[in-house]
């Protein structure tokens, strides 16, 4: 049984504690609200830089990245001033050995988004401010993107590197000596041999870092490297034919180009259907696997026309890395390009590559070559020309052709016995029939039908047939 509080005793020490634990919560709540110490702060980078190639064509390096377009942390636009990318020869323990011992190879300025620009002061009457945004006059157009006036966010960049003497000597960082540790000695037994260390490949490293406004360093690219051996010389004797379909191109290979992958040789008897012994399978110890083969480049008329030039002319900045017309080195001549545009100039040029397992060097390129195919190529005679003669006329009918700058087809008549063949029509006919209504009643002619093309290109004559019309 609860009893009721009554009178000033019972009364006074409740609300006593009820105010002290009001009095502590509060202190509580408030201790939450204290101040700790300052935190350091946010410092936003430009994320990895994608799509960061490096390409060794003759004593050029041809070097291709993207800016990238957002932070480390995903947030976006990317705060970032320029990409740098800096060569190392020689084996680096870490990023920082390149960075602190390496070339800067280039600084790419990046500008910064439309949106983020500063908007230009108001005027002496404050005309701006009077004026509605919708009713300004637009922004004037932002200058072309160079080296000068800065690249934008997401744009790919393509610089060159020539390699010289600086470019082919070794780093090594200043390191302090590492202790000594002694090998420890085996007591029994013979010391396991194992396979003979691969021998490496002297190379030139690159990477490509992203800089804030701040000058704070982003995560740096992937390693990309290409292979400083003397590259094979040029190729020789370049010729480009051309058909109806496409062209062939051929050259002579270098003295010092390495021979193609040797294809596994037939056993004697191989015409009689005698099979060739299994190959074993081998791996090569202590060396990489060398072979030799080609790339074809195609080169702008401009380039490949200038004197003295055989080499396509290094690209500025933000130009296209290039990339060779094959998708796969080729172990021979010829190579065939069935890109046929008649009327347009094309410029071939050829590289001797040498392969070192998965890594290659490409050498110089040969003299360019450059064609304009003309269209001299006339279409098909066309076949399976029928006649059926009906009451004043005489329907023809033949299968259509298939060439694709086909214009039409020109139907020739000749009153037998003994006349010329002569068109019926002024202009080619378009389908693959014909109803000749000026044929008189009972005279027997005979009929052919010559294929043209867009150019004036004409056919051999189709089948001859005879017919009257009734």
Same mark, same amino acid.
């Given at each position: 049984?609860?009893?009721?509080?009554?009178?000033?005793?019972?009364?006074?020490?409740?609300?006593?504690?009820?105010?002290?634990? &009001?009095?502590?919560?509060?202190?509580?709540?408030?201790?939450?609200?204290?101040?700790?110490?300052?935190?350091?702060?946010?410092?936003?980078?430009?994320?990895?830089?994608?799509?960061?190639?490096?390409?060794?064509?003759?004593?050029?390096?041809?070097?291709?990245?993207?800016?990238?377009?957002?932070?480390?942390?995903?947030?976006?636009?990317?705060?970032?001033?320029?990409?740098?990318?800096?060569?190392?020869?020689?084996?680096?323990?870490?990023?920082?050995?390149?960075?602190?011992?390496?070339?800067?190879?280039?600084?790419?300025?990046?500008?910064?988004?439309?949106?983020?620009?500063?908007?230009?002061?108001?005027?002496?009457?404050?005309?701006?401010? @009077?004026?509605?945004?919708?009713?300004?006059?637009?922004?004037?157009?932002?200058?072309?993107?160079?080296?000068?006036?800065?690249?934008?966010?997401?744009?790919?960049?393509?610089v060159t590197e020539p390699l010289g003497p600086e470019?082919?000597? +070794?780093?090594?960082?200043?390191?302090?000596?590492?202790?000594?540790?002694?090998?420890?000695?085996? @007591?029994?037994?013979?010391?396991?041999?194992?396979?003979?260390?691969?021998?490496?490949?002297?190379?030139?490293?690159?990477?490509?870092?992203?800089?804030?406004?701040?000058?704070?360093?982003?995560?740096?690219?992937?390693?990309?490297?290409?292979?400083?051996?003397?590259?094979?010389?040029?190729?020789?004797?370049?010729?480009?034919?051309?058909?109806?379909?496409?062209?062939?191109?051929?050259?002579?290979?270098?003295?010092?180009?390495?021979?193609?992958?040797?294809?596994?040789?037939?056993?004697?008897?191989?015409?009689?259907?005698?099979?060739?012994?299994?190959?074993?399978?081998?791996?090569?110890?202590?060396?990489?696997?060398?072979?030799?083969?080609?790339?074809?480049?195609?080169?702008?008329?401009?380039? &490949?026309?200038?004197?003295?030039?055989?080499?396509?002319?290094?690209?500025?900045?933000?130009?296209?890395?290039?990339?060779?017309?094959?998708?796969?080195?080729?172990?021979?001549?010829?190579?065939?390009?069935?890109?046929?545009?008649?009327?347009?100039?094309?410029?071939?040029?050829?590289?001797?590559?040498?392969?070192?397992?998965?890594?290659?060097?490409?050498?110089?390129?040969?003299?360019?070559?450059?064609?304009?195919?003309?269209?001299?190529?006339?279409?098909?005679?066309?076949?399976?020309?029928?006649?059926?003669?009906?009451?004043? &006329?005489?329907?023809? +009918?033949?299968? &259509?052709?298939?060439?694709?700058?086909?214009?039409?087809?020109?139907?020739?008549r000749a009153a037998l016995p003994g006349s010329d063949?002569?068109?019926?029509?002024?202009?080619?006919?378009?389908?693959?029939?014909?109803?000749?209504?000026?044929?008189?009643?009972?005279?027997?002619?005979?009929? +052919?039908?010559?294929?043209?093309?867009?150019?004036?290109?004409?056919?051999?004559?189709?089948?001859?047939?005879?017919?009257?019309?009734?």
């Open positions: 049984m609860i009893r009721p509080i009554s009178g000033r005793r019972g009364v006074r020490p409740l609300v006593l504690r009820l105010a002290f634990v &009001a009095f502590t919560a509060a202190m509580s709540l408030a201790g939450c609200g204290k101040k700790g110490p300052p935190l350091p702060p946010l410092v936003r980078v430009p994320a990895r830089p994608e799509s960061f190639v490096a390409r060794r064509l003759g004593q050029t390096v041809y070097l291709q990245v993207r800016v990238p377009t957002t932070n480390a942390d995903g947030t976006s636009p990317a705060n970032i001033e320029r990409v740098d990318i800096y060569g190392f020869t020689g084996l680096p323990e870490g990023n920082e050995d390149v960075f602190k011992y390496g070339t800067l190879v280039a600084s790419i300025p990046v500008r910064k988004p439309p949106e983020d620009e500063e908007a230009p002061p108001p005027s002496k009457h404050h005309e701006q401010q @009077k004026t509605k945004p919708e009713d300004r006059p637009p922004a004037p157009p932002r200058p072309p993107a160079s080296m000068e006036n800065g690249f934008d966010q997401g744009d790919v960049i393509v470019q082919l000597t +070794v780093v090594v960082p200043k390191k302090k000596k590492p202790k000594v540790v002694a090998e420890p000695v085996v @007591k029994e037994g013979p010391r396991a041999l194992g396979p003979a260390p691969r021998v490496g490949l002297p190379t030139r490293l690159y990477l490509a870092v992203g800089v804030s406004r701040k000058g704070h360093k982003g995560t740096a690219s992937g390693r990309q490297s290409v292979v400083l051996l003397t590259p094979p010389s040029a190729p020789s004797q370049l010729d480009v034919k051309y058909g109806e379909t496409s062209f062939t191109i051929s050259w002579t290979a270098p003295a010092d180009a390495y021979p193609p992958t040797q294809a596994p040789i037939a056993a004697a008897g191989a015409d009689k259907g005698v099979k060739a012994p299994p190959v074993l399978k081998s791996t090569p110890i202590g060396t990489q696997p060398v072979a030799g083969a080609f790339n074809v480049y195609e080169l702008p008329p401009p380039a &490949a026309t200038t004197a003295g030039a055989n080499v396509p002319v290094p690209p500025a900045p933000g130009g296209v890395l290039p990339a060779p017309l094959n998708p796969a080195p080729i172990p021979a001549p010829p190579f065939v390009d069935k890109r046929m545009e008649f009327g347009k100039a094309r410029c071939y040029t050829v590289r001797a590559v040498t392969q070192f397992g998965v890594q290659f060097i490409e050498g110089e390129a040969s003299p360019a070559q450059c064609v304009t195919p003309v269209d001299t190529f006339a279409p098909a005679a066309p076949t399976s020309l029928r006649a059926v003669g009906s009451e004043g &006329a005489v329907s023809l +009918v033949w299968d &259509a052709n298939t060439e694709a700058d086909l214009a039409g087809y020109i139907v020739m063949f002569k068109p019926l029509t002024a202009d080619p006919v378009k389908e693959a029939t014909f109803n000749d209504t000026t044929a008189a009643k009972g005279v027997r002619y005979a009929y +052919v039908v010559i294929a043209v093309d867009t150019v004036g290109n004409r056919s051999l004559k189709s089948n001859q047939v005879e017919e009257s019309a009734r």
